[in-house]
């Protein structure tokens, strides 16, 4: 059978395109908002409890799909998770109250979710220790073009038929993803298209306390799900994403209405957003990058990212300045600089996830810590959408100020594996 040069960057590039549509499928409420709040007559709380039936969704799915991932490969999981939410975002255009939207939504987190989970895992069966950054960083990006895409598409969409054909289209994408994902996904010892110069690099490359597991030696783990859940590395990844990753969401879930209710720009107007989606574009792969420089330089693959995100964490406090700015360039601009940095902070994170835990354990372990992530962003969204009814979005900025600072103290405190 015919080899494919240089497969593994096919395998994550097949990965980048479902990332993108994670995020177009899931940027679309966001920015149809305004539209949609007034057709189906959603006050600000009833938006935010719709992104947080969402997020309990998403949060439950990241530990179940772990252990799917985990138990059935990340060839067969991977195609029931984006069938799945694509169909969740199918029925959005069909939705037609605060109920439907939630129940919507809800499927679509438990479909969503398992993409992040997957994910680590095909770059912990198919790359060496070195590239593992510059893969992660790759299907990162699908996320961020998927969210500078989102608004182009979106309001293009919206505006040519409606905000129900947007929901319809996008979804139908995922559908047709899974006829190519499904003809050339296999794991590296299973597949016939394989050289045998890029099973030596793959199988070479690998770390010694994560084998390939091409051979019959089954791969080392953690021990049982609540073994893994209070290992100290566990909850210190944990609450590294609950504190940071609320910076992320808040800029999916509420810029575009920001720049709506509080710098009263028109919806057909908020695809200026994608500029600061393209910084976190850069973010992801900037991030993956650096840190692949400092270990080609003899940096430890743990102390690296653990560099690249303290420059990270002096740069994010910076989206605290938006509200305090007239000009939008300005705010898009120091949002541009909170969202590349964020970005880089999470691929040196989600990199240590894989550097850090043994293979056998990875996608649950990876799960376990992303609920970490849609905790936090449960919580903001709560705080955000009650500030936004009773106050103004001006608080929600200033906690820039403190969370990446006060994660950074806690990721410095993990050392490379020695066991």
Not at 65 to 94: C, H, Q, Y
Not at 99 to 111: D, E, I, K, V
Not at 224 to 245: G, N, P
Request: proline residues 5%; positive net charge.
């Amino acid at each position: 059978m015919k080899k494919i040069p240089h497969l593994r960057w096919w395998i994550v590039g097949l990965i980048f395109f479902a990332s993108v549509l994670n995020y177009v499928d899931r940027q679309a409420l966001s920015i149809l908002a305004p539209t949609i709040q007034k057709d189906l007559a959603l006050s600000n709380e009833d938006y935010a409890s719709v992104l947080n039936w969402f997020l309990i969704a998403y949060t439950v799915a990241l530990i179940v799909s772990g252990k799917i991932v985990d138990r059935f490969g990340v060839r067969l999981s991977l195609a029931l998770f984006v069938g799945w939410w694509s169909i969740a975002n199918i029925l959005t255009g069909f939705a037609r109250s605060f109920g439907s939207l939630a129940a919507c939504r809800f499927f679509l987190g438990l479909g969503e979710a398992g993409n992040w989970t997957a994910a680590p895992k095909a770059v912990s069966e198919w790359f060496p220790a070195r590239e593992r950054g510059l893969a992660i960083g790759i299907y990162t990006l699908g996320a961020t073009v998927g969210a500078t895409l989102a608004p182009i598409l979106i309001v293009g969409l919206a505006s040519w038929h409606s905000w129900q054909a947007a929901f319809i289209i996008t979804g139908a994408a995922g559908l047709l993803w899974l006829i190519p994902w499904l003809w050339l996904y296999r794991r590296p010892g299973e597949h016939p298209r394989l050289s045998d110069k890029e099973r030596a690099l793959i199988e070479g490359g690998q770390v010694s306390d994560q084998p390939s597991t091409s051979g019959t030696t089954p791969a080392p783990t953690w021990g049982k799900w609540h073994q893994v859940l209070f290992r100290r590395e566990v909850l210190l990844l944990i609450f590294a994403r609950m504190l940071t990753d609320p910076v992320w969401y808040f800029f999916q879930f509420w810029f575009a209405k920001y720049l709506y209710d509080s710098r009263e720009l028109a919806q057909n107007s908020l695809s200026v957003t994608w500029v600061v989606y393209l910084a976190a574009d850069v973010g992801v792969l900037a991030g993956g990058w650096l840190s692949g420089l400092l270990i080609a330089r003899g940096t430890t693959p743990v102390r690296s990212r653990q560099w690249i995100m303290l420059a990270c964490a002096a740069l994010v406090p910076l989206g605290a300045m938006i509200p305090h700015v007239d000009a939008l360039w300005l705010v898009l601009a120091f949002g541009m600089v909170a969202v590349l940095a964020h970005l880089a902070w999470l691929i040196n994170l989600s990199a240590l996830v894989v550097d850090i835990v043994p293979r056998g354990s990875l996608a649950f372990t990876f799960g376990v810590v992303a609920a970490g992530s849609s905790l936090g962003g449960l919580m903001m969204n709560k705080a955000v959408g009650s500030l936004v009814t009773n106050a103004s979005y001006d608080p929600a900025f200033g906690f820039m100020l403190l969370l990446h600072p006060l994660a950074w103290l806690l990721v410095w405190q993990l050392r490379p594996r020695t066991a």
